[in-house]
Structures are given as C-alpha cells and as structure tokens.
C-alpha cells in the first residue's frame, strides 16, 4: 500500500524502551516514593480526558523524513473515542487532496491523485496500514486533544527536573508533565518497540481552558518527523456523525 508524504502527513494529527522502566535521564531526579505530586499529575490528565471530548481545527503540517520534507496545510476533525476526520490541502487553491475519515467502526481513504478510493473496517493497524502511523484511531484522538489518558496501575518510576516537571513512566509508555500539570510529552515503547514520541507545546488560552497549538511527533520505526502548528481551534463542538464518512464538506 502506498504510503506518500502526504498520506503520512494526513495522519500527522495525531499519538522504546521496551519492558523495563527507564533510568532518569540526565537533569532528572527521582521522586520519594511518598511524594503525592504523581498522582497529583495523574489526576489532572484524568481529569482532563474526561473533560475534552472533541476538536475542530486547522494546522500547518510540517513533515521530515526519508522521502524529503514537505508543508501541508490540514483541517482536523476528532471526537472520543475514535472519529476522526483529516483533509490534506494542496498548495493551490487549497483543493483537498487527500481525505481520511473514520467513524470508529469503518474508515475511508480518498486520494485526488488518482480519484482512488478505500474502505474497510477499522482494526488496531488500520492508521498504520493506510498512513504508516503507529497507533489506534483513539490512541490518535487521544494525542490530538492533548489529553491521553493515564494508565490505570501506578507509575513504576516517577521523577522531576529543576522546573519541576514530572516524568511518569509506566512499562509501555512513559509522560512528562510540567509543574502546572499541563502535558508536556508521551512516548509509547510497547515490548521492544520505539513507536512514537509527542511534545506539546505553545499553550494558549482558549474559552475556558489552555490548548497546546503546537504537537511533535517523532517516529523512530520510519525515521519520520512531523509537526503541527494549530491556527484555529475550537474545543468541543458538536460534530455531526455524517462528518465521519466521506461525502460531507466540513464547512
């Protein structure tokens, strides 16, 4: 299947060290086992998962790799658990040249190149198979409301650098929250596996509420960078289901 700068900047929206817990790295200091500041940072990423169900927003992508880098200009659709809804946008005119949207359930592709269409059934690997990004539709939606989640069972290691940021790492990933509990990075290194790593950045206010208008992503497996740069977003709207199947415009 073919796998383009484009296809993978489609999928950039989104989001390695195997079974083992990770050392501190330089600068960080291990946290006493008492210190209530983990779960503390647990809780607030909890809390906001709970609280940040969809987004609508524009990006420029930046992507990086072996092919050669490009920019992309894309509007993003997501909504928990696993709706997404990405439109690449040429150069000219801003004409869609590539669109991939999935309601959770099934998904489809649409490239402008050639008027090609798929269609299939959502599975684990379906944004690997179609875009060559490592991970679920949810995991995706996840990376790009900037609120994944933590896992359920207690972090194996916990430490904090001088600004007190938090390092959390558990045996498949591992996250960094900054002293306000706001995300900073994830990293997903299930088994021997270096899957992926995100950095938020850039926070602003929005409505209510801080939104990160920055996301980076590394993918180590396909020597890939991406980078979004937010340049409108819009927390929470309602998104009509029919957005989530090709046919629709999403204005």
Known sequence: MRRSV??????AWLGGFGCRTLPPAAGWRPLAPDDPRAA???AALDARADARRALRATARVRSEGPEGGAFFD???????????????LGAMLHQRVLVLATDGERYELYRAEDQSREQGAV???????VAGLPLTPDAAVSLLLA???APDTPAESAAEDAAGALRLAWPDQTLECDSA???QALSFHPGEREVLHARWSDWRGLPGVEFPHRLELELPESASR??????QVELDPALDPALFRLGLGTR
Request: glycine share 2%.
């Open 226 to 231: 991406l980078s979004l740069e937010f340049r």
């Open 40 to 42: 503390h940072c647990v």
């Open 6 to 11: 484009a296809a993978l900047a489609c999928c």
């Open 181 to 183: 509990s706001r995300l």
């Open 74 to 88: 894309q509007v993003l659709l997501a909504e928990r658990p696993a709706r997404l809804r990405v439109e690449v």
């Open 123 to 129: 599975h684990p690997g379906v944004l690997e198979e």
């Open 147 to 149: 609120a994944p989640r």
